[in-house]
């Protein structure tokens, strides 16, 4: 009997069966109260027998029931999610060139929360699992043979290896294990779309994780972060479980979206038979461990139900074979394989290539329908309710939540998610609202961050107004505030959408930007999310701020005075629209001093240069104070056709150089 037929059978005569191995997958979410409402949202996804989204279902194709009575479907949405190109898809470098769209909103539909789990905690250091072998001079990743790999016996196997399977590599890239568990990840953020929000974590605290973005260069650089511990003890294996739930437990608040967890480790090496864990380099001197692990591991399982999070599980030790029975290699791999079937995922296991089956989850989760009804009992007795729903379609599978846990009365429940929305750092939708952030020097020469903020009145009805409450602030890697502002505003139906623009001084180095809005009457609660990298003006010999859009009137003149005029969020133009693009260029305070070439070039979606202008500043025009000097370039919108745009500045001094863009549309 296999490890997950055991366990399929423990949970079923225990009562806590959750899923099928092979079949549906339950999840829940919290319930959302407005206006004396109660709507529970399901979000659902079915599969055909291939494993292809179903994409062609109606409102009338679902039936949900509650507790065995048939609810009445209030709200059905249909979100596709626009597939990953790697024909034009841009490289980590070329990333790194911030060429692309500046404005993050909270209010995109058409995206997934992606959650990579790199299990630092239990990753070994110097155990590869199984050394790089090339049979027939075949390196591991490569389809086509690699003249240069060569490889020779290992005196001695790793713990639970074969010892003939052993061997030692030479001329094979990202041969370690760890590698291998970066490239995966580096894979999934390939394959993100426009709109997916990802986050990186680490289940140790080793390293700091990256919060939710769609800036691939932030994931990029965490995952760079991920490295091997020391030798896994049973503590080690239950706080990397433990992980698990957490994150999933911070997932409940974000009802309607699409949420998978990508999980990139060894796995749990525990025998479900003896209940005990297969250490890799030591006997197991605790008998408590193993059950301890099971019991975990369950816990995981249960949270996923609630929280409708499917996890996927990768094990970059590749293709192993295996001497023992119940040595840890099986037993890790066996885990994987558990995990993945009982929350609705699948297992990346005993292969050296990955990109087919990453490409696979994307393509399984690129379609999913969104569900509101109001419960028929209103009763709030904070009971566990079951859920069915049922698809008028033949053969196919649904994964969905199959219960919830019905309100108190005793919390505000809209309270509670947006505390753990924060915690996680997933944007509140309820007030629409754009961030656009910008590294920058103010007058005193240090670096600040330049923030704009557009709050739109679109949720207000036409006769209503709202005071809000406005904080921004900006955090370090670790989450610690370093800058914050906060001030009051108000949002009215029909006037223009406000915008603010603020400067906060910080210090060279990574960061979040986060805005929070809160409608004092309505209670209505928005908040965004963006990262920025701020760099040391001063010690390069030319360096230049982020890109500042400012909206003029036709008859306002273009000063040169900073960014005094109003900046904007606005990233769609029409061809009436004055528009000027700012940037602020500086020389290194200690570097000689000579002249910079500016260059600022617009192109169209074919790379076609389709307008260039070029400036040169003298080493006099550079201010003394803060060794900088503002440059703008008036957007030629009234000579472009409709269509997409990039701007791009480009600062050369010497042998610096650097280079930013923004994606701008004409309409």
Known sequence: ?????????????????????VGQQAVPEHPTF???????QLEVSVLAKDGSPVRDLTAGDFTVLEDGRQQKIVAFNKIEVPEHDANVSLSVDSRRLQVGADIISNQKDERRLVVIVMDDETFMQGYDGFASRCPEDACPYYDAPLPNCRVRPLTQAAPGRSASLQAEATGCPNSSAAERAREAARQVIERLGPNDLASVVFTSAAAPSQGFTNDKTSLDDAVDRFEEQGAPTCLNYQRAVRKLKVMEDLLKSAPGIRKIMIYIGGGVPVDFATQRIAFRNMPDDSEDCGPLAIDEMKEVFLSAQFANVSIYTVDPFGLVAVSERRSAAVLEIESDRIIAANTGGKAIIQTNDFSSDLAQIFRDNS??????????????????RKIDLKVDRPDVDVISRRNYVAPTGKMDQASSDTAAARLLKLPLTEIPLTLASAPWAGSDGKPEVYIVLGIS???????????????????DLFGKTRAIQSTQLARRAGTPDPEIATRLAVAPGSYQVVATVVGRQTREVGSVYSDIIVPDFAKQPASMSGIVFEMLLPAEPVHS??????PTTKRVFTRNDHVVAEVRVYEGEKLPSISMTVQARVTNIRGDAVRGEQRTINSDQFDRHTHGADVQFDLPTSNLLPGQ???????????????????????
Request: proline share 1%; net charge negative; glycine share 10%.
């Open 457 to 475: 009145g679109a949720s207000l009805d036409a006769q209503s107004e709202s005071n809000c409450d406005v904080r921004i602030e900006v955090a």
């Open 367 to 384: 379609v999913y329908y969104v569900l509101g009804y109001e419960p028929s009992n209103s009763k709030q007795d904070g009971k566990i």
């Open 1 to 21: 009997m296999t490890q997950a037929s055991q366990l399929f059978r423990f949970l079923s005569t225990s009562g806590l069966l959750l899923m099928g191995l």
């Open 561 to 566: 005075s900073g960014v005094q005029l109003t």
């Open 34 to 40: 407005r206006a004396g409402i109660n709507v529970v």
């Open 645 to 667: 745009y990039v701007l791009s500045i480009e600062a050369t001094a010497g042998s610096g150089h650097q280079q930013r863009g923004v994606a701008f549309d004409v309409r």
